[in-house]
């Protein structure tokens, strides 16, 4: 998609003319809440409210769950054949791709990231995930195993039901689709409870797969706060399946209630501290720094796997941070998330602005140096905006080393070497992702075999494509999204015997 010819006129001429779908989405439609509360929906650029969202809870759920299990027992969605569900997905992909404009404003309205970042990154990864669940549909197979003549023994692999999709703020679109794709591709029919920060664009998307064909009552959503509707839906004893990406804290909750409720089972994608490491020997200093300062600031450093430890070996250490300042301040422009020239949008909210602010005073009192940034430049003080922050001379003990912080805050921490930076970057709850940077084949291989993380990168960061796996080791939570195991989470294996004696 090219995107160079975008100005910041078009994007504000078209957001006046934007419509919000405010309501629940339910059996192909929009329902408001039965109390008719509503909770407010703010742009964080500017502080003001952009529209009152539908506030679901028991009754919205119920409901919603109800539908979803008519659709799928009904087969018109979980036993329609599999390439003319495939062409629905496709075109489902499709409708994404040519609504692309308008499902990036209303998540850029509502979240604060730049609205190009939505073009050039969460537009295409939605679509690409959505097209490539939809080309597996007639690649899922199940087995025979090798028995006795007196015998036949297959495996049929299943949709499991209904399953409730609870995404994050921070791609809003994206986590959907993630999840959308090989839940729908698989026969499942959807609950959808999109984050009460960012709401907006869910409705789009429902509406968009009706039109691609999909059947009403499958793809549902009802919005609401996480302890309302999300967790009605996580304890609904008619739920197959949570599918979640968001906190740590939340996904223990999710486990909880499964086993509160009807043991259903649930996947969770959860928090990072991903160490970034790089080694004396690697002889391209400037890229390691460029793709270190990207994988920390980049879509405000709220990122599951925001590099925020940078492990750099102590020779190498005062150039790395000198390059990272200048490199920072090249390529990370605070601005409206609505003029393409912006590279840093506000946070989410401005309770979130607080608490990663609380952040930069914890990492002051701890006694890390803080070299650049840690503040809200005055000409954005209307928005939560909190500018690119580097704490150096960090020891991995230190809270701003240990807690996810989910803001534009690096640190970096100097190691002895590859031993040293293995046991520190290990040194943590989580385990989303890791990436090196080193010539030498020996310590990298090392790296990949010893390091508790899901996803690893060597001499890059943030690499992948749909068949690369994207899921964490610990409290990073047991989900794998986007690759060909996601399908294995949607469905479940019956062993079928038939005595032939
Ligand atoms: P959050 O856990 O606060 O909320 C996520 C979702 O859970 C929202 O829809 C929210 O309404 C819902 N929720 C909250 N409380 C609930 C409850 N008691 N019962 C049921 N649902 C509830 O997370 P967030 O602040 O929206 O997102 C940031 C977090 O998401 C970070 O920790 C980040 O690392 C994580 N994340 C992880 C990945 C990954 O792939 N591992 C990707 C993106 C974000």
Redesign the pocket.
């Known amino acids: 998609m090219d995107t160079s010819s975008y100005t910041r006129d078009f994007w504000h001429a078209r957001a006046k003319s934007l419509k919000f779908r405010v309501n629940h989405f339910i059996d192909g439609a929009y329902v408001p809440s039965a109390d008719c509360r509503s909770f407010a929906t703010v742009n964080p650029a500017t502080g003001q409210p952009l529209a009152q969202i539908a506030r679901g809870g028991m009754p919205e759920i119920d409901h919603a769950v109800a539908v979803a299990r008519k659709a799928f027992k009904s087969g018109v969605w979980s036993r329609m054949e599999p390439r003319a569900r495939m062409a629905v997905l496709e075109r489902f992909s499709a409708l994404v791709e040519a609504n692309a404009e308008e499902l990036a404003l209303l998540d850029s309205l509502d979240m604060g990231k730049p609205v190009m970042d939505m073009m050039n990154i969460d537009i295409p990864g939605s679509v690409t995930s959505l097209k490539f669940f939809a080309e597996t549909i007639d690649k899922i197979e199940g087995a025979v195993t090798s028995t006795a003549v007196t015998a036949l023994h297959y495996i049929l692999r299943q949709p499991l039901g209904v399953v409730g999709i ?6 809003p679109l994206m ?1 959907a689709a993630w999840k959308l794709g090989p839940a729908l591709a698989t026969g499942n029919s959807v609950v959808l ?5 960012s709401p907006l664009s869910a409705g789009l998307l429902a509406e968009l797969f009706i039109e691609a064909g999909g059947p009403a009552g499958v793809l549902n959503v009802v919005h609401g ?3 309302e509707a ?2 009605a ?2 304890l609904h004893h008619d739920v197959d399946k949570i599918a ?7 996904g223990k ?2 486990m909880i ?1 499964a086993g509160q409720s009807n043991m259903k089972r649930v996947t969770t ?4 501290k991903t160490p970034q490491i790089v080694l004396a020997d690697y002889d391209d200093l400037d890229t390691a720094v460029t793709y270190a300062v990207n994988g920390i600031y980049g879509n405000q450093g709220e990122v ?1 796997n925001a590099g925020s430890r940078i492990l750099v070996e102590k020779t190498i250490h005062d150039d790395f941070i000198e390059r990272f300042t200048m490199r920072t301040a090249q390529n990370f422009v605070l601005g409206d998330p609505l003029d393409p020239s912006t590279t840093i949008g506000p946070l989410v909210t401005a309770s979130h602005q607080k608490r990663v602010l609380n952040y930069i005073d914890i990492g002051r009192k701890e006694g890390a140096a803080l070299r650049f940034g840690g503040g809200v430049p005055n000409s954005f003080s209307a928005g939560a905006y909190v500018e690119p922050t580097l704490f150096t001379g960090v020891d991995n003990s230190m809270q701003i080393a240990r807690e ?1 912080i ?1 803001g534009p805050v690096a640190t970096i921490i100097p190691v002895d070497g590859i031993d040293d930076a293995i046991e520190i970057a290990n040194d943590t709850v989580y385990g ?1 992702a890791a990436s090196i940077w080193t010539r030498d084949v020996a310590k990298a291989h090392r790296f990949a075999r010893d390091i508790e993380a899901g996803v690893v990168w060597v001499n890059c960061f943030d690499h992948g494509d749909m068949t690369s796996i ?1 899921g ?1 080791f610990k409290q ?2 047991n989900g794998r ?1 986007k690759c060909l195991e996601a399908l294995t989470q949607y469905t479940q294996t019956k062993s079928v015997w038939i005595n032939l004696g």
């Open positions: 609870i995404v994050p703020w921070n791609y986590m409870k999109p984050a009460e920060q706060l996480g302890e999300g967790k839906l996580a979640f990406t968001g906190s740590t804290e939340v909750l999710l209630y994608e959860c928090g990072g599951c996810e989910f989303l994207w964490g990073t939570g999204d």
